[in-house]
């Protein structure tokens, strides 16, 4: 059974950082796109960042483009996401997603973690 399960998150003053990290087990991590998704309250879910299986491929949201950065360890099934010059509108719950295509899409889900920038 697949499990992701987020850590990181919490309060921070606007310009701060926080590391996200998704833990993943019970799937072939190193096939799946990795994804980091967020909601802020009130508004849909969004895209944030997302990397290829392999690491080398990287893609991100214009609002978070120059401040984030998504990455994987295939080593230890691990997804993280680097947040920098973090604004109060980066608030929301942010949830990792694993992704792929064989016959059919295979899409997993965490349950999230909250990030809070606020002074």
């Known amino acids: 059974q697949a499990q992701l399960v987020e850590s990181g998150g919490g309060l921070v003053q606007p310009g701060g950082s926080l590391r996200l990290s998704c833990a993943t087990s019970?799937?072939?991590?190193?096939?799946?796109?990795m994804k980091w998704y967020r909601q802020a309250p009130g508004k849909e879910r969004e895209l944030v960042a997302s990397?290829?299986?392999?690491?080398?491929?990287?893609d991100y949201a214009d609002s978070v483009k120059g401040r984030f950065t998504i990455s994987r360890d295939n080593a230890k099934n691990t997804v993280f996401l680097q947040m920098n010059s973090l604004k109060p509108e980066d608030t929301a719950v942010y949830y990792c997603?694993?992704?792929?295509?064989?016959?059919?899409?295979?899409?997993?889900w965490g349950q999230g973690t909250q990030v809070t920038v606020s002074s």
């Open positions: 997603n694993a992704l792929k295509y064989d016959r059919i899409w295979l899409n997993y």
């Open positions: 019970g799937f072939t991590f190193s096939n799946y796109v």
């Open positions: 990397v290829s299986s392999s690491g080398s491929v990287t």
